[in-house]
């Protein structure tokens, strides 16, 4: 087949925009309130995004709604897109088909709103044929790309939007799909959880091995920055190659700390017990006390044990 160069690279860079448009601005949570779900009672901000997709995104949007009839015209870059969007999946991926979704089911809506009341020849389609159309990508993405869906290579806020043509429908049969999709996300969600808790976690051991390697040598806090070599140097001179400080040594800064009550407390009473029974500590010589007169008794003798 003949391949146009230029009519391929307009196509991505209109793909690029609505999704960088759509997902790119902010995180899930930011777009649920700035983009996605505005609350109605922020009317300047509704009106702004609203006007603002309109410029944007109209035309794009009658390009592909009236591209929904198969077009031969390979030197148009606007007739036969949504074919290409959605059927040249080696060139365009899920990207087109995800691309076309959001266009047809979710910025129409907002030019919709737009235009309502408003006298003009530029009008979009109306909503029922754009969703039809947004609806049957939505399927050929379930079915042709099933793979990527399942392991996370469509990102789940991506996954969410494409299948929002389905409830738009608004039938038991395509709720019941829409079920099945939101319970495999938040299984494939609870995966990507457990992924993170398992690198942060050898992630933090690492470090804290890194940093007790620090420690031991000396270099805690010290950059190797080719730069800043000579000056740590004269620094470290200066302090009599103390090249950290004492707070460095604690895992937490020094605090006062009320321990009136860590005789009582179940570690403490743990480590008596265990140093009883191997004979290091006394059982009636367990701390150092004062006498009366508020002077210390040099017999007593005192445990220290590092829990770290």
């Given amino acids: 087949r003949c391949i146009n160069i230029d009519i391929i690279r307009k196509d991505r860079q209109q ?24 609350a109605s009672s922020s009317v300047e901000l509704l009106e702004q995004v609203d006007s603002d997709i309109a410029d944007k995104f109209r035309s ?13 015209d390979s030197e148009n870059a606007d ?19 995800v691309a076309a979704i959001i266009a047809l089911d979710q910025l129409s809506r907002h030019i919709h709103r737009h235009d309502k009341g408003a006298q003009s020849s530029s009008h979009i389609p109306e909503q029922r044929l754009l969703d039809n159309i ?61 992924m993170i808790r398992r690198f942060r976690k050898a992630t933090n ?28 140097k004269q620094a470290c001179e200066v302090a009599g ?14 605090f006062e700390a009320d321990l009136s009550t860590a005789n009582g407390h179940a570690i403490v009473k743990t480590i008596r ?13 367990q701390k150092a006390y004062k006498s009366k007169e508020g002077t210390t008794n040099m017999n007593a003798s005192t445990a220290i044990v590092s829990l770290s």
């Fill in 273 to 285: 017990n265990f140093l009883k029974n191997v004979k290091i500590l006394d059982t009636m010589d």
């Fill in 134 to 194: 947004a609806y049957n990508v939505s399927r050929q993405l379930q079915t042709h790309h099933e793979k990527e869906l399942s392991t996370g290579v469509i990102p789940i806020p991506m996954r969410i939007f494409a299948i929002m043509p389905l409830r738009h429908a608004a039938t038991v049969s395509d709720y019941s799909i829409v079920q099945n999709d939101i319970e495999s996300s938040a299984l494939l969600h609870e995966e990507m959880d457990r």
């Fill in 241 to 254: 190659n103390k090249q950290f400080d004492d707070d460095q040594i604690l895992e937490c800064s020094y």
């Fill in 205 to 232: 051991r690492r470090m804290a091995e890194l940093q007790d390697k620090a420690r031991r040598e000396g270099k805690l806090g010290i950059q190797t920055d080719d730069a800043d070599v000579d000056e740590k």
């Fill in 60 to 72: 794009l949007i009658w390009d592909l709604s009236s591209s929904s009839i198969a077009s031969n």
């Fill in 79 to 97: 007739a036969g897109k949504l074919q290409r969007w959605t059927q040249d999946v080696e060139i365009f991926g899920w990207q087109g088909k």
């Fill in 15 to 38: 793909i690029d925009q609505v999704l960088n448009y759509w997902f790119g601005q902010a995180s899930p949570d930011g777009s649920q309130k700035t983009l996605w779900m505005i």
